[in-house]
């Protein structure tokens, strides 16, 4: 059973970056994507980017170039960086996998990180 | 960006109902629609993809349909545990986008 855990620190002061590590176990990265999603407290889901396991992240526009995701096939995780945060990147952020499906499904999920952006 | 809109925002039913949810495109997707459930406090879990597909495990009450702009989540007869938020996800393009929820309440 895949089983994806999110670690990062919960608080990040306005205009500092935020750093996530998704861990990955009881599967390889190997073969897929994987991809960050969050969601502000109440509100709903935002894609924030992906990246396959050998590399070639892609981002969504909307981050306005703050984002970056990397990934490290020898440690089996994979990471995000924002950047220059503010109240509005406070929310839920999880990683997930996308399936073999073809469309994109995530098909398994880590279990969410709050990050408050708080002075 | 494609938008996607979910109605109703919010439903409320009884055990045993038949519930219908629709998800609208701003553009169309042909089937590149998947369906979320979420729980409070929990991450989602997905139901459906490519539009009609189930995923394994979930529950065959679950059925979607649709294709192009207009599509539908129904569970055919609610249960305790169905009550939670469902939201759809279109991947024809990036950004991926998602609907903004349906709150399905007792």
């Known amino acids: 059973q895949v089983q994806l855990q999110e670690s990062g620190p919960g608080v990040v002061k306005p205009s500092e970056a935020l750093s996530l590590s998704c861990s990955v176990s009881g599967g390889s990265l190997r073969s897929y994507y994987w991809t960050w999603i969050r969601q502000p407290p109440g509100k709903g889901l935002e894609w924030i980017g992906d990246i396959y396991y050998s590399g070639g992240p892609r981002y969504n526009s909307s981050l306005k170039g703050r984002v970056t995701i990397s990934v490290d096939t020898s440690k089996n995780e994979f990471s995000l960086k924002l950047s220059s945060l503010t109240a509005a990147d406070t929310a839920f952020y999880y990683c997930a996998r996308v399936g073999r499906s073809g469309y994109y499904s995530l098909d398994y999920w880590g279990q969410g990180a709050l990050v408050t952006v708080s002075s | ?106």
């Open chain 2, 1 to 106: 960006d494609i938008q996607m809109t979910q109605s109703p925002s919010s439903l409320s039913a009884s055990v045993g109902d038949r519930v219908t949810i629709t998800c609208r495109a701003s553009q169309s997707i042909s089937n590149y629609l998947n369906w979320y459930q979420q729980k409070p406090g929990k991450a989602p879990k997905l139901l459906i993809y490519a539009a009609s597909s189930l995923q394994s495990g979930v529950p065959s009450r679950f059925s979607g349909s649709g294709s192009g702009t207009d599509f539908t989540l129904t569970i055919s007869s609610l249960q305790p545990e169905d009550f939670a938020t469902y939201s759809c996800q279109q991947s024809y393009s990036t950004p991926f986008t998602f609907g903004q929820g349906t709150k399905l309440e007792i």
